[in-house]
C-alpha cells in the first residue's frame, strides 16, 4: 500500500475513533446521549470538575475489574487536553477490553475554553472561565451572521 493509501486511509478512520468538545456539547443539547462520558484524569481532578455525568476512570487505572462498573453502549473518553495523552491511552486499553470507544479531542481544556457546562466542587469556580480571547471559535456576532453550514458531526453510532 502507497504511502498517500495509508495516509488517506488513516484520515477516513479518524471519525470512528474521536470526537470532538463541540460535537459532544451539540449531542448533548440536542438530547442524542447514546454515549457515556469517560473522564481520564486524576480522581481529583474529576472530582474538583469534569464534564456532565461523567465517568471517573484514570487511565492508568484502567483493566478487566476495574470496567467491571461501566456502563454498556459507546465510551467517549477524554483527558486534560492536546497535551496529554491519557485519553489516547484510556480509549487503547478499553478497546483492547472490546469497548465501543472515542477519544474526545481537545479534552476537558477546549470544554472549558467553549464555555460548556461542568459538575465538581469547584465547576463554578474562575479557574474554570471560559476562553472570551476569540482565539476558540467565532465570534458571537460572527457565528450568528455565519452563511457556512457546520460541519460538526454527532459523536454517537448509528
Not at 78 to 88: L, S, V
Not at 93 to 103: C, D, F
Not at 131 to 156: N, W, Y
Request: proline share 8%; with cysteine.
Amino acid at each position: 500500500m502507497s504511502e498517500k493509501a495509508v495516509a488517506g486511509a488513516s484520515v477516513v478512520q479518524r471519525p470512528a475513533v474521536e470526537t470532538d468538545a463541540d460535537d459532544v456539547a451539540s449531542a448533548l443539547a440536542a438530547g442524542l446521549r447514546d454515549f457515556h462520558l469517560v473522564d481520564a484524569r486524576s480522581p481529583a481532578a474529576c472530582a474538583a470538575a469534569h464534564l456532565p455525568g461523567a465517568i471517573s476512570l484514570p487511565h492508568r487505572l484502567i483493566g478487566e475489574k476495574a470496567v467491571g462498573r461501566l456502563p454498556a453502549g459507546l465510551l467517549l473518553v477524554y483527558c486534560w487536553g492536546p497535551g496529554c495523552n491519557a485519553a489516547t491511552k484510556a480509549a487503547a486499553r478499553l478497546a483492547a477490553l472490546s469497548w465501543s470507544v472515542k477519544e474526545m479531542l481537545g479534552g476537558f481544556e477546549y470544554w472549558v475554553r467553549e464555555g460548556r457546562p461542568l459538575e465538581g466542587a469547584d465547576a463554578g469556580s474562575a479557574r474554570y472561565a471560559p476562553d472570551l480571547s476569540g482565539l476558540i471559535g467565532l465570534p458571537r456576532e460572527a457565528a450568528r451572521d455565519s452563511a457556512e453550514p457546520s460541519t460538526h458531526e454527532p459523536p454517537h453510532t448509528g
